[in-house]
């Protein structure tokens, strides 16, 4: 609940927009960044304007083209973003961080538990692959998400929209054996009681089911934590909707805005 205080405490004073990274979150998320090379043309624009541009695109849900003229060339900064989307480098920075938080909070770098959901958006005429979700209704992508017990986000990984949870969850799973091996539990709803999911590693799946009289909506054990992480990465408008024609791209400004949380929290600790 937004109170004076937590107003207060979370309000962003930049010269510029509300997106711009402080001069404290820019210490937090530079080192993370590749260097600028030794040999060739030397950078035209900073990467902290790229930064800048990137999280503007992500939080207010515009076009590439239609970036405000004080940002790099539109097309500047969507071939950095492209170059990172190939590399990795925004899953590489969430990694990281994830690490640096969890370190700050006091807990083990490595997570033992996590909690795993989707969420199904609707896709738009960008085209891409996407599918039909008979149980939410909708013709688009689903987000399938790893989340620690805090709802740092551990894995991000969109696919169409008609691939069941049980088919999703278990390759979810799997991958995340290399980089959090130390996860033993993970907390999932009746969608993921399937051998598919539960025989995927070696990883004790516990199904959290809904109460014996629930009607709608309910708070549920450890379910809220990854309902409210798709809450937080939902503020940002580039992901009301899947705009994205690649899956790649759909990824990347997942994690991207994982990144945004992550660099802000870490900044406001500091």
């Known amino acids: 609940m937004w109170t004076p205080t937590t107003r207060e405490?979370?309000?962003?004073?930049t010269p510029?927009?509300?997106?711009?990274?402080?001069?404290?979150?820019?210490?937090?998320?530079?080192p993370l960044l590749p260097p600028a090379k030794k040999m060739g043309r030397p950078r035209a624009w900073p990467l902290r304007e790229i930064v800048n541009a990137i999280f503007y695109v992500l939080r207010g849900g515009i076009a590439w083209?239609?970036?405000?003229?004080?940002?790099?060339?539109?097309?500047?900064?969507?071939?950095?973003f492209?170059?990172?989307?190939?590399?990795?480098?925004?899953?590489?920075?969430?990694h990281a961080l994830l690490m640096a938080d969890r370190e700050r909070a006091g807990r083990q770098a490595s997570p033992s538990a996590a909690i795993v959901d989707s969420q199904s958006v609707k896709t738009t005429e960008a085209g891409g692959p996407r599918g039909y979700d008979a149980?939410?209704?909708?013709?688009?992508?689903?987000?399938?998400?790893?989340?620690?017990?805090?709802g740092r986000a551990l894995l991000i990984e969109p696919h169409a929209a008609n691939v069941q949870d049980r088919d999703g969850g278990g390759p979810l799973l799997a991958s995340s054996?290399?980089?959090?091996?130390?996860?033993?539990?993970?907390?999932?709803?009746?969608?993921?009681?399937?051998?598919?999911?539960?025989?995927?590693?070696?990883?004790?799946?516990?199904?959290?089911?809904?109460?014996?009289?629930q009607v709608g909506f309910a708070v549920l054990p450890r379910r809220w934590v990854v309902e409210r992480f798709f809450a937080w990465i939902s503020r940002n408008r580039r992901l009301a909707k899947d705009f994205e024609a690649t899956i790649a791209s759909a990824r990347a400004f997942l994690y991207a805005a994982s990144v945004m949380l992550l660099v802000r929290r870490i900044a406001r600790a500091a």
Do not use: C, M
């Open 65 to 80: 083209r239609l970036l405000p003229s004080d940002f790099p060339p539109w097309s500047t900064v969507y071939r950095w």
């Open 177 to 213: 054996r290399a980089l959090f091996p130390f996860v033993e539990r993970v907390f999932a709803d009746a969608a993921y009681d399937h051998e598919r999911v539960t025989e995927a590693t070696t990883i004790l799946v516990e199904i959290v089911r809904k109460l014996p009289d």
């Open 16 to 30: 510029r927009y509300q997106t711009d990274l402080t001069d404290a979150e820019w210490h937090v998320i530079e």
């Open 82 to 94: 492209a170059a990172w989307r190939d590399a990795g480098l925004f899953e590489t920075i969430n």
């Open 135 to 150: 149980g939410k209704k909708i013709n688009g992508r689903k987000r399938h998400a790893l989340v620690d017990t805090d």
């Open 9 to 13: 405490h979370y309000r962003r004073r």
